[in-house]
């Protein structure tokens, strides 16, 4: 069994209550006492760990338990080939938990003649510029500061010299064809939320190896992108965690929340940001109340909340079926719809495939509220084979969608035809028109270059939106805002309700919503997709009727 100081004391926190930690770190205290520290054919190179932290607390900044625990097993040998243990690093932890400062600090040290190792050039690699060159610019700062430094190595805009080693330390940005071919003995990859997948990355690592001891480090926080880079990784980290790879493939330290709602207490909150646990220093507790301030703030902006969770507590909401609304503010929509009879209006169309689903709508402002009048259309086969629409009795413990139930409520008509004909749809807002000033049908680009001639013939006007999709992120703001303030209203309507709740938020590496599905085939979203299409042009509706109008005229003194 192997021993080390800031190892043992990190971990005896841990054991004592002094800290709290997330599963994952739980999970890694299990995995390094079961498959690495219990070994004898590895050593921590214990001089080289603390003329690191000395040389990062002289130059940069106190370093906290947690720090000197990631350092020490950037220096764990195997004693047969005296080479790293590890050469891949995961840290993943909420933003200001001083990732890029430590890395800073490791990467300025590596570079230098107590690391011993000529030419041990080092990149940092991120997206953008700006990101891959803040811990070349901190440490360029610092040398710039500090005259004994200046001694021993070069700055400049670019790139840190090592006089001694003749080691690089410079940064690029993610974009493979920017590599200029350093033999690099390390790679940092910064922010790696943003990889979609590991192309650029085996560019930049593909030169590692020349030199003793190479190493890889991955940090940042959680993001957006999905089923990217970012999540492969991560699922190797779980298998190393779990014991089911190879025991040195990754040293991952994840600092997450478990769950959403550990999030109400700020007691959890250093198991996404290790900087929080107490005692805190003057940087921690600024910080502490920073992130305090911002989730107080959520309160009169809940729309902050995805950014919030995903970058302070390091828990993409992502990882969930994030649905468009909460289910209460969905089930508010549940209030009469008012007289709006020669109220204006925008009319809407949507349907993914013209052989299942079909929606059409109306949308109203009207005294405060966003109504919406809707119908459907489906094609008997389809309902037949995914709700059971025509089986005699439907198991209870099945979860169909209630078609039949729906249909004798008069929210959805089921069409016995080989694909919804055209017609529906059509005529539905010829006898809308008789009551409703409709001023324009709204429809995506999919199927409408044939419905939007027979819509024009019987005198509408339709605009066609080429790309949905684009028009989500702009309104997303706007829908939540309806939601929370209880403006939708669609009368007594379960169809509406259901659609709306199979809406599965999607974020990009931008933070740009889109409205999907949450599940392809049976989880329809046609009539929350059409009122989404309405509330695109919702700004041109009156609220005035015609007959308001005209006596608006009788009044005026010609």
Request: charged fraction near 30%; proline fraction near 3%; include cysteine.
């Amino acid at each position: 069994m192997i021993r080390q100081k800031y190892v043992d004391e990190y971990i005896g926190y841990y054991r004592f209550g002094r800290i709290k930690f997330n599963e994952e770190r739980i999970q890694l205290i299990e995995y390094l006492e079961r498959d690495i520290i219990s070994r004898d054919d590895l050593y921590f190179d214990d001089e080289m760990i603390e003329n690191c932290i000395r040389f990062i607390e002289k130059w940069y900044f106190p370093l906290q338990p947690f720090q000197k625990f990631l350092i020490a097993f950037v220096f764990l040998f195997s004693k047969k080939t005296d080479r790293v243990f590890y050469r891949k690093h995961l840290w993943m932890m909420g933003r200001g938990a001083g990732k890029n400062g430590l890395i800073s600090g490791l990467c300025h040290f590596l570079t230098s003649e107590l690391h011993g190792i000529d030419e041990y050039n080092i990149s940092v690699i991120a997206n953008s510029e700006e990101q891959a060159k803040t811990s070349v610019e901190e440490a360029a700062k610092t040398i710039k500061r500090e005259s004994v430094l200046q001694r021993h190595f070069k700055a400049t805009a670019t790139q840190i010299l090592c006089k001694v080693t003749n080691s690089i330390f410079k940064f690029r940005t993610s974009n493979g064809n920017t590599k200029d071919g350093l033999r690099d003995g390390m790679v940092v990859f910064d922010e790696i939320h943003y990889f979609e997948d590991n192309k650029d990355v085996r560019v930049h690592i593909s030169g590692l190896g020349k030199k003793k001891n190479p190493r890889e480090f991955y940090i940042g926080t959680d993001g957006y992108v999905r089923d990217g880079f970012l999540d492969k990784t991560k699922e190797i980290a779980l298998k190393v965690l779990k014991g089911e790879s190879r025991s040195n493939a990754m040293f991952p330290f994840i600092c997450k929340l478990n769950n959403e709602d550990e999030v109400d207490d700020p007691a959890n909150w250093e198991m996404s940001n290790p900087m929080l646990s107490n005692p805190r220093s003057e940087y921690a507790q600024g910080l502490y109340e920073t992130i305090l301030e911002e989730y107080q703030d959520l309160v009169d902006d809940p729309s902050n909340r995805e950014e919030f969770m995903t970058k302070r507590m390091n828990l993409p909401v992502t990882d969930l079926e994030r649905s468009v609304a909460k289910w209460e503010e969905i089930a508010a929509t549940n209030q009469p719809i008012p007289e709006l009879e020669g109220k204006e209006c925008i009319g809407s169309i949507d349907f993914a495939q013209i052989r299942d689903f079909a929606a059409v709508g109306l949308v109203f402002k009207h005294d405060g509220q966003i109504p919406f009048i809707t119908h459907s259309f489906a094609r008997k086969e389809f309902v037949d084979k995914y709700y059971g629409y025509s089986m005699r009795q439907v198991e209870k413990d099945r979860k169909f969608a209630p078609i039949r139930e729906w249909e004798q409520q008069g929210l959805l008509t089921v069409l016995d035809e080989e694909m919804i004909n055209f017609e529906h749809i059509v005529n539905w807002f010829v006898t809308m028109r008789l009551k409703y000033s409709i001023t324009k049908i709204i429809g995506d680009n999919y199927r409408m270059e044939v419905l939007q001639p027979m819509l024009e013939a019987v005198g509408f006007e339709v605009e066609v939106i080429r790309r949905p999709e684009a028009i989500h992120g702009l309104l997303a703001p706007r829908v939540e805002m309806y939601f929370s303030k209880r403006m939708f209203v669609w009368g007594d309507n379960p169809l509406m309700r259901w659609y709306t709740n199979n809406v599965l938020v999607s974020i990009d590496k931008n933070g740009n919503k889109t409205y999907g599905k949450k599940e392809q085939i049976r989880r329809k979203t046609d009539g929350f997709q059409a009122l989404v299409h309405a509330l695109y042009r919702i700004e041109e509706i009156s609220e005035d009727t015609l007959d308001d109008a005209l006596s608006a005229l009788d009044d005026l003194n010609f």
